[in-house]
Structures are given as structure tokens and as C-alpha cells.
């Protein structure tokens, strides 16, 4: 099982970046999808996610009308659109896939990614 994030970097405040997360070795399509967030010294951060039936993708109210979760089921990967970048955006992006969602939580599978950085600086 792998996911791999790619598409951070140094953005300057109000640019555009797009995360991508890259899946493998499990069934994708049976897997809720989140984006996570750590800055240093803090606790990682949910801030947004979208069901393995492809619902109204659901953010935090930091990142809400900014930021935009995606899946394409075809490609084994999921996205995150990010526009108007602040500097306090600046933190490690981690994927997160949960599932399979047909059975019950409490036995279901945790994947994370190995993260990347985003850097929002003028």
C-alpha cells in the first residue's frame, strides 16, 4: 500500500498550488479521502475530505471557499486545490485513505501518506 503526495513548494501569499495524491495497492474506490495539515509545534489538522461515493466534499473552516478536495477514481488519486494561499497555511500536507467503507469503521484500514511541504512566503 502506498500514497504519495507530490506538488508542494514555496508559493507566495495569494498564489495557487494543487496537491496531488498518487494511491496503490488497495482499492480506491472504496475509500474515504481526506487532507490533513501539521505546522510546527502543532497537532495535524484535518481540513478536508470527501467520501468514497464522491458526496459534497466537506472542509474546515480555515481552508473553506480557499481550498477544494477532488478524487479521480480512474487514476488512483486524489487532489487538493488550494488558491489564496496565506502564510499560516504553511505546513506538511498528508493524505488519508479509510476504508474499505463497506465495512464497519472500527475495523477499517488507516493509510496516510509520507507528506509534503507547503511553504506560503513573499
Known amino acids: 500500500v502506498q500514497l504519495v503526495e507530490s506538488g508542494g513548494g514555496l508559493v507566495q501569499p495569494g498564489g495557487s498550488l494543487r496537491l496531488s495524491c498518487a494511491a496503490s495497492g488497495f482499492t480506491f474506490s472504496n475509500y474515504d479521502l481526506s487532507w490533513y495539515r501539521q505546522a510546527p509545534g502543532k497537532e495535524r489538522e484535518l481540513i478536508a475530505a470527501i467520501t468514497s461515493a464522491g458526496g459534497t466534499p466537506k472542509s474546515a473552516d480555515s481552508v473553506k471557499g480557499r481550498f477544494t478536495i477532488s478524487r479521480d477514481n480512474a487514476k488512483n488519486t486524489v487532489y487538493l486545490q488550494m488558491k489564496s494561499l496565506k502564510p499560516e497555511d504553511t505546513a506538511v500536507y498528508y493524505c488519508?485513505?479509510?476504508?474499505?467503507?463497506?465495512?464497519?469503521?472500527?475495523?477499517?484500514?488507516?493509510?496516510w501518506g509520507q507528506g509534503t511541504q507547503v511553504t506560503v512566503s513573499s
Open positions: 488519508n485513505a479509510r476504508g474499505p467503507t463497506f465495512i464497519v469503521t472500527a475495523h477499517q484500514r488507516n493509510y
